[in-house]
């Protein structure tokens, strides 16, 4: 009874001491006391407005998907290998399709992450990888990528023969990642070895994305060697 009592009296005091002022008093009194406290339900709303955004909007379904292992690609590269290439890859409409390029690193002392990336390359998560040499000789043993052959026509990979890289499976010298070094793709790359490699660890009942792709790299960021 006596809390209540005490409310009521802080109420009546509340409110006889905006009576008492102007209208930008008022506000600027409520601001001085309350206004931290408005900041921070604005926050918690904001955060809870965009967690129930992200839930329910209706994501873009990915169509085509890179990676690049221990190589930084420009803002202008990124832009041609997913908006420019979107057409190549049987993208329709970019409000409900999509084409990404994802970061990864691979040192040869991390064994937990070879092991999950080399997952995900025998998965197919990934349509094509640029790579340093580092990722190239850690991943391409462990047979990450699959015969050139199985997934470019042999009057384009006659283009690059000279730019192999081999990995033998069964006695067989497989070709299964190309040499770009020096091209207008590598230029827009950062990396710190020696030379940059191209595979396509896809699965081959989607094989067929590869020589579109490669078909558009081919116009000006990849022109095969004289």
Not at 4 to 27: C, N, P, V, Y
Not at 29 to 54: Q, S
Not at 153 to 179: C, K, M, Q, S
Not at 184 to 192: H, K, M, R, S, V
């Amino acid at each position: 009874m006596m809390e209540q009592q005490h409310a009521d009296q802080g109420h009546r005091k509340f409110w006889s001491l905006m009576a008492s002022m102007t209208w930008k008093e008022r506000i600027t009194h409520i601001l001085f006391y309350y206004g931290k406290y408005a900041l921070l339900i604005a926050v918690l709303l904001y955060i809870a407005g965009d967690i129930l955004w992200e839930m329910y909007r209706e994501k873009p379904e990915e169509i085509f998907r890179g990676t690049a292992i221990n190589v930084h690609v420009s803002a202008d590269l990124q832009d041609a290998l997913t908006e420019e290439a979107f057409p190549h890859v049987g993208g329709e409409d970019t409000e409900k399709q999509e084409i990404k390029l994802v970061p990864n690193e691979v040192t040869a002392a991390n064994l937990h992450f070879i092991s999950n990336l080399h997952t995900k390359l025998l998965a197919g998560e990934y349509d094509y990888v640029l790579m340093d040499q580092t990722a190239l000789n850690v991943l391409a043993p462990m047979n990450a990528f699959p015969d050139l052959n199985l997934l470019l026509p042999e009057e384009t990979l006659e283009h690059w023969n000279e730019r192999f890289a081999y990995v033998r499976t069964d006695g067989v010298d497989a070709p299964v990642a190309i040499n770009i070094t020096g091209t207008p793709l590598a230029e827009g790359c950062t990396f710190d070895s020696e030379y940059i490699y191209i595979a396509f660890p896809v699965n081959i009942d989607r094989a067929y994305v590869v020589e579109p792709f490669f078909d558009y790299l081919s116009q000006e960021l990849l022109p095969a060697p004289k």
